[in-house]
C-alpha cells in the first residue's frame, strides 16, 4: 500500500511546447541550417584555401561551433538560439563583404584557385542567404519556449496520456 501511494506521488515533468508540430519543424529546420552552413564551409574552405588570407582558423572554428550548436539545437536546447543567430549575423557579414572579392579574382591575372572564383562568390551569396534563413528560424524558435515545464502526478500522467489530457501548470 505504500508503495501504491509512492508512485501516485511521483512527479513527471512535460515539455508541452515541444510536442508541438510547429516547435519540431523549426528544431528540425535550425539543425538542418546549420548543418547546410558548416557543409557551405567546408566546401568554400577547401576552395579557396590556399588564397583565403588570415581566415582558414576562423573557419575551421564556425565549423566546429555550427556542428556543435546543431547537436545542442538537437536536444532541445533553447539557449543556443540566440547564440547561433548571433554567429550567423558575423558570418552573414563576413559572407556578404567577401563575394564581390571572389568575383572580382576571376579575372586574369589572379592565381587560381581548387573551385573557380566565380563558384566560391555564388557560394559565398548561398552561404549569407542561409545565415539570414538561420537567425529568422533561431528566433522563431527562442519565441517558442521550448524550457517550459509542467509538472503532473504520475496517476495523472498516465490517464490522461492515452487521449493525450490537457496538462494544468503546477506551483513549483
Same mark, same amino acid.
Given at each position: 500500500?505504500?508503495?501504491?501511494?509512492?508512485?501516485?506521488?511521483?512527479?513527471?515533468?512535460?515539455?508541452?511546447?515541444?510536442?508541438?508540430?510547429?516547435?519540431?519543424?523549426?528544431?528540425?529546420?535550425?539543425?538542418?541550417?546549420?548543418?547546410?552552413? $558548416?557543409v557551405l564551409l567546408i566546401?568554400?574552405?577547401? &576552395? &579557396?584555401?590556399?588564397?583565403?588570407?588570415? $581566415?582558414?582558423?576562423?573557419?575551421?572554428?564556425?565549423?566546429?561551433?555550427?556542428?556543435?550548436?546543431?547537436?545542442?539545437?538537437?536536444?532541445?536546447?533553447?539557449?543556443?538560439?540566440?547564440?547561433? $543567430?548571433?554567429?550567423?549575423?558575423?558570418?552573414?557579414?563576413?559572407?556578404?563583404?567577401?563575394?564581390? &572579392?571572389?568575383?572580382?579574382?576571376?579575372?586574369?591575372?589572379?592565381?587560381?584557385?581548387?573551385?573557380?572564383?566565380?563558384?566560391?562568390?555564388?557560394?559565398?551569396?548561398?552561404?549569407?542567404?542561409?545565415?539570414?534563413?538561420?537567425?529568422?528560424?533561431?528566433?522563431?524558435?527562442?519565441?517558442?519556449?521550448?524550457?517550459?515545464?509542467?509538472?503532473?502526478?504520475? $496517476?495523472?500522467?498516465?490517464?490522461?496520456? &492515452?487521449?493525450?489530457?490537457?496538462?494544468?501548470?503546477?506551483?513549483?
Open positions: 500500500m505504500a508503495q501504491a501511494a509512492r508512485e501516485s506521488d511521483e512527479i513527471i515533468i512535460e515539455h508541452p511546447n515541444r510536442d508541438k508540430a510547429g516547435s519540431r519543424l523549426t528544431r528540425l529546420t535550425v539543425i538542418g541550417l546549420l548543418v547546410v552552413s $558548416a566546401i568554400l574552405s577547401v &576552395g &579557396g584555401w590556399e588564397r583565403t588570407a588570415g $581566415a582558414k582558423g576562423l573557419q575551421v572554428f564556425y565549423v566546429v561551433l555550427y556542428l556543435g550548436l546543431a547537436f545542442f539545437v538537437g536536444r532541445w536546447s533553447r539557449g543556443v538560439l540566440p547564440v547561433a $543567430a548571433a554567429f550567423a549575423i558575423i558570418l552573414f557579414i563576413f559572407a556578404a563583404v567577401s563575394a564581390p &572579392g571572389w568575383y572580382d579574382r576571376a579575372s586574369d591575372g589572379f592565381a587560381e584557385t581548387t573551385l573557380e572564383a566565380e563558384l566560391i562568390g555564388l557560394l559565398c551569396i548561398v552561404l549569407a542567404v542561409v545565415q539570414i534563413v538561420l537567425i529568422v528560424f533561431a528566433m522563431r524558435g527562442f519565441q517558442q519556449a521550448w524550457n517550459v515545464e509542467v509538472e503532473r502526478a504520475r $496517476a495523472e500522467y498516465e490517464g490522461g496520456r &492515452g487521449g493525450r489530457g490537457v496538462a494544468q501548470a503546477a506551483p513549483a
